[in-house]
């Protein structure tokens, strides 16, 4: 499954490790996690304008202007249906 980050950006639900609130960027200890994180993975700022998250994969930063909130939302149904499949193929 997929989730919209916004724009035109979808990432796999299996790819995705963390979903952070933009302000936890201000804390010194995810703030320097992200500095060192920055510098082995791409970077993608989906809309420079207005930033609300921060989305991590394994290859992957993407600064996104949907809530986390919402973000967390989405991989939660994603996990649901993909619960509910796994029911009915056993």
Do not use: C, W
Not at 40 to 66: A, F, G, H, M, W
């Amino acid at each position: 499954m997929f989730i919209h980050l916004g724009g035109d950006i979808m990432v796999r639900s299996k790819e995705i490790i963390a979903i952070l609130n933009h302000d936890a960027k201000e804390q010194a200890i995810t703030a320097d996690f992200l500095k060192q994180e920055e510098k082995s993975k791409q970077t993608t700022v989906i809309s420079s304008d207005y930033i609300k998250s921060i989305v991590l994969t394994n290859k992957e930063i993407y600064y996104s202007p949907v809530s986390s909130l919402t973000l967390n939302r989405r991989a939660q149904g994603h996990m649901e249906i993909q619960l509910d499949k796994e029911e009915i193929d056993s």
